[in-house]
């Protein structure tokens, strides 16, 4: 029995039809708990490399800035975009970094409604990867357009001329879309965040401190009236998010599907798109937490099941989105369409079927090695899959925005396109705004959300004698 | 130490700026060098001018200031905001094309066809259009030279006065004028006086792309030199020799034009044209049957196709067929065309191109006479002889080299670029002691002359010349000198000593004597003018050269006799020619001559011909023509019709060729002929004759200008010299090309993907070009009215998500477009430039895929590589009723009009680009950079005079498409409306619609059910383009309806 006990704690991947796996490891009490965390942002002196990776990210993100304010000096034609191709890679960029902010809200909202209790270990995380990205996304399509000085004139805004947007414009419903989903996850983020900026300022040993972390924790006593009301408008949070996952990539599809350009015209998008967008948001939140939890020693918080569970989450959804590119072609062909067929046959073996080779081999290929349990359950072997996966669907969005762009209905009109040095410094360079971000979240904020990891914790419940005994009673689901 | 602002505080300061001194030169070209002294109010007004327009440019605002001043006292007649017409004409190589531009506040801005001209029947070329361009070219010169360094127009007309003063005492010894081919009756009679002065000066004719083969030919033919007329509005078989008709020929306007009235599908009224050519025209493409051969092998072909004739003539046996005549395609044309001639004796039209032989251009006025078209469908006028321009250059040069010529006068060319290679025109010029070089640019030439003399563009001085059929036309200024340029009949005039001769009077005097010469003189008289005479103006001139005094009294007779004619000035001026100026047509008999056989190797098939023996056709590319608009960057971005070709030449060959040779498109080679070689990029054409390379000339200009290429000021060439490669005896075909790869590849910027396209597109192309375009042969046609709509994709839910608009009510616009008539000539897109201030992007954008055009012409092929059909359709936007753009617009930046106009309002536009992704037919053009930004330099600001004031100038980020000529709409509304009365048919005439030789475009109301447009819309063959997408263009296709022969046709 205590060897059963040992290897769980050991190993709390192993499923063991009789228990509940442990999702804490380390034997953490509620006092280790806020001390592993907290921790973080209350040392004094941080560790060079996050010197060194924050000063990388600043510098990228210096370089975001400053390719930016060249773009409106000079105009849209630094990039590569051309005749046929009106939309290139600000706008891949922009569904790519909507799509791995989907993970966040996904984790804390339907996995919280769903009562997936692992959720609490890497929700904190996710949630402000899926913020960082959205303000990444939000950038592209305000500097995407041709006077990026105006993006505002989308906006409702009344004004004396009578001018108003068009509503029938899919980009209207994204402006909506993602500037709903973008403010309910900071809310739902900043909301989840308050318990535990109170533990910090009740910890902080400097007056700067104090107030700093005191205004942001708004007061917060944790009486039960407090913990009460953040409870239930927790789960109203929740209950908004969950169908704003949903639309969120649907909108966002619909810039394509409503179009009537073959290979954007299709009922697919939708779903296809959310499929993805939820595989790319947890490539991309293995890719972070891994080398994360190592850094900051959180191995017995974010345990190995967190991150098993998230493979298994890329397999699933990888799988739909294969099933998505195969739906794609039978309907090209079941439809009849000669020009929807021609531009499926057209990704696969024309002169963009590199790109589309690639995203086949990182998106339906590469996740399929999380059959085996040894790539699932090694972090390493799964960062580099997870990678795999993230560049196979930056390359899903170049395929679908590209290759249907550049050979469309008629012959004449046909062109290829190519980036240009503009175009790779701010892919690049949002990543640096992304990093920066991160990295400062790492630095200053709790990174594992204490309050509700302790909640999940079988000290938790009153009634344990020996934690991972008393398993079944415990809210400690896997 | 001085932080204050800095105040000019003397002239002297503010003249010391260097930015103002280069301002200056270009501005106020005397005023540069002039000596500021003292301070005259006129002077300081135009510096203080010059330091505002300096002020605004430096300030670098998104708008900038301007002061408008109005009218103290209103010119009589000015309307101001009210666009006037005036007739004039542009001549190119001695054929005049008679034009009205259109002028708002007197400033010219547009180029439009003459409406009433007996001759010009419509339409203009694109060179016409683009002419506009040039007259507002910041390259141009405007400052005298002496020796390249600056001058005044006292300091050359001093120089003159002595330089011809000393001529004259030796009678003009020594003394050479090189001229371009001119009309013109004026500098006729200045040359005559200049002769007369200086009997032993020599006169030159030499145009680069000479057609004197053709007057060679006639000489051969007839006996003396005759102008061959044809009247392709009766013809019913066009037979062309290499004869690129609706291309490069003089008349090309007006052949296009009877061509296409020919042409009426639905009135049953269908020529057949047959071309034989050496490479891809639009005459070819607009045929009925094209046969590619080499161009020594037109040859073989023509004497095998007049033996044929005659054979069936009953004239003697045909002759045996052998090499490549003996089999296949061409074995079987000579025949059927043979058959399809002598079925049609009388109705027929035998043409031979400019770059064949003299005999063979003989051969082609017996055809048509042995056939009876002479007289018919042919007709022929006469001229005096001269010589052979070809034949006289080199004399010339030859004359140079042996240094006995003192002066040489360039009237307007550039023969140190254009002269053909075997004549070293730079070196023998270097020998000629004085050389004045007259022209727009300081181009090659002139900055080997000793003066260089600023020209007149035709639009800013008074000018005439002759239409092809002689109707003398008057072309009078737009706008006075823009660059103090002289124009060559003031040059010519100086020559013989008159140095305040007025344009405008000498021309005023041709037309006198034209008009006097129409009434028939006096009998005392008539002894003196033999009707021969009459009938022998040669090109431009009398035949004998009377005395000075003789001449005086002949114009005073002439202009009594005018006046009792009833001549009017002021009516000739505003109607632009003389009626009934035309040459009387003659029918010369025909002379026994004898062909001389082609060499061997013409009978070689193509594919047979190894690397050493291959041809090297050369030709004008309907762009920059000899390069004499290799400047004007309307012309160099306009695409070839054929190749697609942006800013660049090359060295054009078939697929076969290609794979021959072990080259592929882009690749430099190097081809030599005869010890002489050029480098060029490979650029593989399907429909070039196999064995034989097309290039065109024009091209790799080393002092153009900003736009074409300067070498000096660090302005790459664009495209590549081929002038080498040719020799005075042979301006359009060399043999025994060697061809070898250079190594490397050079960008050519097309703005279609060609055929060097994967086999995946290639193959998708195949299938859709024959829906995109429809055709039908005449036969079915008759069979089947209804094919084109047939060819529709079924479907059945018509659904609209909106809520569509009335569209019965008001005025709802729209076009056709038929493309049985559309011949590819570019003008509707250089005319479409024109109008909407559509900006040119440079090769560097075009290479990238980011044209403006708003219209363009794509063109697919059809069938075998080696000899494909083209399929060519016009394409703007079509204007949808369901508009895709407009649905996904998040500003409504593009929204419908209630008259059925696609509308784009650029102030409301933030340039998501989503509406270009939308748009199936792609039309819809971007402004990725500030496409204007070269106006904001002080030195372009005369640039800005060719924008169209009605039409917005768009800056970077905002998208753009053609508009129906929205601002021509509402012109024509508000003339209407302040007339009181309703728009007719025809008041609006859209810019593309205008400039189209063959009325293949036009533009009306729909709802109304007599108009053209309507009419054109009810026939049986419109069809729209995407129907299937449900999204109701306004713009229809009018099916292409071919003639071909059924005995050829294809198995």
């Known amino acids: 029995m205590s060897s059963a006990v040992a290897s769980h704690e050991i190993d709390n991947t192993r499923d063991d039809p009789t228990r509940r796996a442990q999702l804490i490891l380390g034997g953490q009490d509620f006092h280790t708990v806020t001390e592993m965390v907290a921790g973080i942002p209350e040392q004094e002196r941080i560790n060079r490399n996050w010197w060194f990776a924050f000063t990388l990210a600043v510098s990228l993100a210096g370089m975001f800035g400053l390719n930016i304010a060249y773009l409106f000096w000079e105009g849209t034609g630094i990039w590569g975009n051309n005749n046929p191709v009106g939309w290139g890679w600000p706008i891949v960029n922009f569904v790519f970094w909507v799509g791995i902010g989907h993970a966040g809200t996904l984790i804390s909202a339907i996995l919280f409604l769903l009562r997936q209790q692992w959720r609490t270990s890497i929700n904190r995380f996710a949630e402000a990867m899926t913020i960082f990205a959205v303000v990444c996304a939000l950038v592209f399509p305000g500097i995407h357009i041709g006077r990026p000085w105006l993006p505002y004139w989308m906006f409702p805004l009344p004004n004396q001329m009578s001018m108003w947007p068009n509503f029938r414009s899919p980009l209207l419903w994204d402006v909506f879309a993602v500037g709903t989903y973008g403010t309910v996850s900071a809310l739902f983020w900043y909301y989840g965040l308050i318990p535990d900026l109170a533990t910090i300022r009740d910890r902080a040993k400097t007056k700067i401190r104090k107030f700093a972390y005191g205004v942001f924790s708004l007061g917060w006593t944790g009486s039960a009236r407090h913990w009460h009301r953040y409870e239930r408008t927790y789960l109203i949070l929740a209950a908004l998010c969950t169908p704003l996952v949903l639309s969120v990539h649907s909108v966002v599809s619909f810039d394509f599907a409503t179009a009537q350009l073959p290979g954007w015209h299709t009922t697919i998008f939708p779903p296809y798109f959310v499929a993805g967008a939820i595989f790319s948001g947890f490539a991309m939140v293995v890719t972070l937490a891994v080398p994360a939890r190592a850094f900051f020693g959180l191995q017995n918080l974010i345990t190995l099941r967190h991150l098993e569970n998230m493979n298994k989450i890329i397999l699933a959804t990888g799988m739909m989105v294969g099933y998505a590119y195969s739906m794609e072609f039978f309907i090209a062909w079941y439809g009849a369409n000669e020009y929807e067929g021609f531009t499926f046959f057209n990704r696969a073996f024309g002169p963009y079927a590199w790109a589309y080779w690639i995203m086949v081999s990182c998106n339906v290929i590469s996740p399929q090695l999380f059959w085996f349990k040894k790539i699932r359950t090694t972090p390493w072997m799964m960062v580099i899959v997870c990678i795999f996966v993230n560049i196979g669907m930056w390359f899903e969005r170049f395929v679908i925005t590209v290759t249907s762009l550049h050979r469309d209905f008629l012959p004449s009109s046909w062109g290829y396109f190519s980036p240009t040095i503009f175009d790779i410094m701010l892919f690049v360079g949002s990543f640096g705004l992304f990093f920066t971000l991160f990295l400062l979240f790492l630095r200053w904020l709790p990174v594992v959300a204490i309050a509700e990891v302790k909640a999940g914790m079988p000290a938790a419940h009153g009634h344990h004698e020996e934690h991972g005994h008393e398993a079944e009673g415990a809210a400690t689901h896997g | ?1051």
């Open chain 2, 1 to 1051: 130490m001085n932080t204050q602002p800095q105040y000019w505080r003397t002239l002297a300061e503010l003249e010391n700026a260097p930015e103002l001194q280069e301002f200056l030169a270009k501005e106020f070209p005397d005023a540069a060098t002039t000596e500021l002294s003292g301070s005259s109010r006129r002077r300081f007004l135009q510096l203080m001018g010059a330091s505002f327009a300096l002020a605004g440019a430096a300030t670098g605002c998104r708008w900038e200031k301007e002061n408008i001043l109005p009218y103290a006292r209103r010119p009589e007649g000015l309307e101001p905001g009210t666009i006037r017409y005036f007739s004039t004409g542009m001549e190119l190589a001695g054929a005049m094309q008679a034009l009205q531009v259109a002028s708002y506040d007197n400033r010219p801005f547009k180029v439009e066809p003459h409406p009433r001209h007996p001759f010009a029947q419509g339409g203009t070329d694109a060179y016409a259009q683009a002419s506009m361009l040039e007259l507002f070219d910041p390259d141009r010169s405007g400052t005298y030279l002496d020796k390249n360094a600056p001058s005044t127009a006292e300091g050359f007309a001093t120089f003159a006065r002595q330089q011809f003063q000393a001529a004259k005492a030796t009678g003009g010894r020594g003394v050479r004028v090189l001229a371009r081919a001119s009309s013109s009756p004026s500098m006729g009679r200045l040359k005559q006086q200049l002769m007369a002065e200086m009997p032993s000066a020599k006169w030159v004719q030499w145009e680069s792309l000479s057609r004197d083969n053709a007057m060679l030919g006639s000489k051969l033919a007839f006996g003396s030199n005759h102008r061959t007329h044809l009247d392709l509005k009766a013809a019913k078989v066009i037979v062309s020799l290499d004869d690129d008709i609706f291309g490069s020929h003089p008349a090309r306007l007006r052949l296009a034009k009877d061509w296409s009235s020919a042409r009426k599908p639905d009135d049953g009224v269908m020529n057949r044209m047959y071309v034989v050519e050496s490479r891809y025209t639009s005459t070819g493409a607009a045929a009925d049957h094209r046969l590619p051969l080499r161009s020594e092998q037109v040859k073989a072909f023509s004497i095998a196709l007049e033996g044929a004739v005659k054979a069936k003539l009953g004239m003697g046996a045909a002759p045996a067929k052998k090499g490549f005549l003996a089999e296949g395609k061409a074995s079987k044309w000579v025949d059927a065309i043979a058959d399809d001639l002598v079925a049609n004796k009388g109705k027929g039209v035998v043409t031979v191109g400019a770059g064949q032989d003299a005999d063979i251009h003989a051969l082609g006025h017996r055809l048509n006479s042995l056939l009876g078209n002479a007289g018919a469908t042919v007709t022929y006028t006469s001229f005096a002889d001269r010589e052979a321009e070809p034949a006289a250059f080199k004399a010339l040069v030859d004359e140079m080299q042996a240094g006995q010529v003192d002066t040489l006068v360039i009237l307007g060319g550039n023969p140190v670029y254009d002269a053909p290679g075997d004549l070293d025109f730079a070196a023998a010029m270097a020998k000629v002691k004085t050389s004045i070089h007259l022209g727009l640019f300081v181009d090659e030439t002139a900055k080997l002359a000793s003066w260089h003399v600023p020209m007149a563009h035709y639009l800013e001085t008074w000018g005439d010349g002759r239409t092809w059929d002689g109707t003398l036309t008057i072309a009078q200024p737009m706008i006075t000198p823009l660059f103090n340029g002289m124009s060559a009949l003031e040059l010519v005039a100086m020559m013989a000593g008159d140095f305040t001769a007025k344009p405008m009077e000498l021309v005023k005097a041709s037309a006198m004597a034209a008009v006097a010469a129409l009434t028939p003189p006096p009998a005392e008289d008539a002894a003196a003018e033999t009707p021969a005479a009459e009938a022998a103006p040669a090109e431009g001139e009398a035949e004998a050269a009377p005395a000075q005094q003789d001449l005086e009294l002949e114009t005073a007779r002439q202009a009594l006799a005018a006046f009792k004619a009833g001549f009017d000035w002021r009516k000739t001026v505003h109607d632009g020619f003389v009626a009934g100026t035309a040459f009387p047509t003659v029918v010369p008999a025909l002379l026994d001559f004898s062909v001389a056989a082609p060499a061997e190797r013409a009978f070689k098939a193509g594919a047979d011909l190894g690397n050493g023996e291959l041809e090297v056709v050369f030709y004008e590319d309907g762009k920059v023509y000899d390069g004499r608009f290799a400047n004007n960057g309307w012309l160099q971005e306009t695409p070839d019709f054929m190749t697609k070709l942006t800013w660049d030449n090359a060295a054009v060959m078939s697929p076969a060729t290609a794979i021959k040779l072990g080259v592929t498109d882009r690749d430099l080679i190097k081809v030599a002929v005869g010890g002489k070689s050029v480098d060029l990029a490979v650029y593989v054409q399907p429909g070039q004759p196999t064995g034989s390379i097309a290039m065109a000339v024009g091209y790799g200009r080393t002092a153009a200008g900003i736009v074409g290429g300067y070498k000096t000021k660090g302005y790459e060439q664009v495209g590549f010299d081929v002038n080498p490669l040719r020799r005075h005896d042979a301006l359009f075909a060399v043999e025994g090309a060697q061809v070898t790869k250079t190594g490397g590849t050079y960008k050519l910027a097309t703005t279609q993907t060609h055929h060097m396209i994967d086999t995946l597109g290639l193959a998708a192309i195949q299938k859709r070009a024959p829906n995109l375009v429809r055709a039908a042969s005449a036969e079915e046609y008759a069979k089947e009215p209804e094919f084109a709509k047939e060819m529709d994709h079924e479907f059945h839910h018509k659904l609209s998500l909106f809520e569509e608009m009335d569209w019965g009510k008001g005025y709802q616009w729209g076009m056709t477009v038929d493309l049985s008539n559309c011949i590819g000539c570019n003008a509707c897109v250089v005319a479409c430039t024109s109008e909407n201030n559509v900006p040119i992007v440079g090769k560097d954008q075009v290479l990238v895929g980011r044209e403006m055009h708003w219209m363009r012409i794509d063109r697919y092929f059809k069938g075998d590589s080696e000899d494909p059909v083209i399929a060519h359709m016009p394409m703007a936007c079509v204007h949808c009723q369901n508009a895709p753009c407009e649905q996904v617009c998040p500003v409504g930046a593009t929204m419908h009009g209630t008259e059925g106009t696609n509308d784009m309002a650029y102030n409301r536009c933030i340039g998501t680009r989503y509406c270009a992704n939308n748009c199936p037919y792609k039309v819809r053009r971007f402004n990725f950079h500030n496409y204007n930004e070269d106006l904001k330099d002080p030195k372009n600001k005369v640039k800005t005079m060719v924008f169209n004031p009605d039409v917005t100038v768009r800056f970077r980020g905002v998208m753009e498409k053609c508009t129906y000529c929205t601002q021509r709409i509402h012109y024509a509304k508000r003339t209407a409306k302040v007339e009181g009365r309703a728009l007719k048919d025809g008041d609006i005439v859209v810019a593309c619609q205008a400039a189209c030789p063959t009325d293949a475009i036009v533009f009306g109301d729909i709802n109304d059910k007599n108009s053209q447009v309507s009419k054109k819309r009810a026939l049986a063959r419109s069809y729209e383009v995407l129907k299937e997408l449900n999204i109701k263009p306004r713009t229809l296709y009018l099916a292409q309806i071919r003639n071909p022969n059924p005995a050829l046709a294809e198995a």
